[in-house]
């Protein structure tokens, strides 16, 4: 079945420091990915699409110029967490859109925990 | 905006014991969605609702949707100790996923 990777897993950085996380669809292209933010014990919440080749579209609240993506390719898509503070430690789940996929319309990353010290 | 409820937010049961858990959605939607996730890990897809009426059963899970009530449920039968983890329905319209709140199950000996 159709695979999204996320990388890294886990990372741990110190406040001020800007980190970049992977999300890759293995085996599809996509041209649509989706960036979540989830706190503990709280809900996936969107921050933004990313499209291939254009700019993501962001969710109202979410900072463009803290949460840059970029979206090169019709496989990867990057979020990276510009100058990161310890509120912007959470889980951060990417999922790939599969336009293929009849009853499956995305498929998830395993997430990145983000620790910011 | 389509927003979507689940309760109960937590839930302690016993094992053996059958019990629902209720989703419901404010405005039409393609499809809905059920998935569990384990404390550190992401999504993992339990069952997929395409029309009203459906329902999907695998092993001590079955879920169902009633898209006139807007409304799906997830029942747990004799539940044992495994099936503890957080549970999301998740409604998809326009090329999007509106997510519940999620029900944290916790399943106790």
């Known amino acids: 079945g159709a695979v999204v990777s996320q990388h890294p897993s886990w990372v741990i950085c110190k406040s001020g420091t800007s980190v970049k996380i992977e999300c890759r669809s293995l085996?599809?292209?996509?041209?649509?990915m989706f960036w979540y933010r989830q706190f503990p014990k709280q809900s996936l919440m969107l921050m933004a699409t990313?499209?291939?080749?254009?700019?993501?579209?962001?969710e109202q609240g979410v900072e463009k110029d803290k949460f840059l993506i970029n979206h090169a390719s019709l496989t990867l898509s990057t979020l990276t967490v510009t100058s990161a503070h310890p509120e912007d430690s959470s889980f951060y789940i990417c999922?790939?859109?599969?336009?293929?996929?009849?009853?499956?319309?995305?498929?998830f990353g395993d997430g990145t925990r983000l620790s910011i010290l | 905006e389509l927003k979507v409820e689940q309760n109960p937010l937590f839930l302690s049961m016993q094992e053996g014991k059958n019990y629902t858990i209720y989703c419901n959605y404010s405005?039409?939607?393609?499809?809905l969605y059920w998935y569990r996730q384990d404390p550190g890990k992401s999504l993992e897809s339990l069952f997929v609702?395409?029309?009203?009426?459906a329902v999907k059963q695998e092993g001590r899970l079955m879920a169902s949707l009633d898209t006139k009530a807007r409304l799906s449920t997830l029942h747990i039968t004799a539940a044992v100790h495994d099936l503890s983890a957080t549970y999301f329905c998740?409604?998809?319209?326009?090329?999007?996923?509106?997510f519940g709140t999620g029900t944290s199950l916790t399943v106790i000996p």
């Open positions: 999922s790939a859109r599969d336009f293929q996929g009849r009853s499956q319309p995305q498929h």
């Open positions: 085996d599809f292209q996509a041209t649509t």
């Open positions: 990313s499209n291939e080749g254009s700019k993501a579209t962001y």
């Open positions: 405005t039409t939607s393609d499809r």
């Open positions: 609702l395409l029309s009203n009426g």
């Open positions: 998740a409604a998809f319209t326009g090329n999007q996923f509106y």
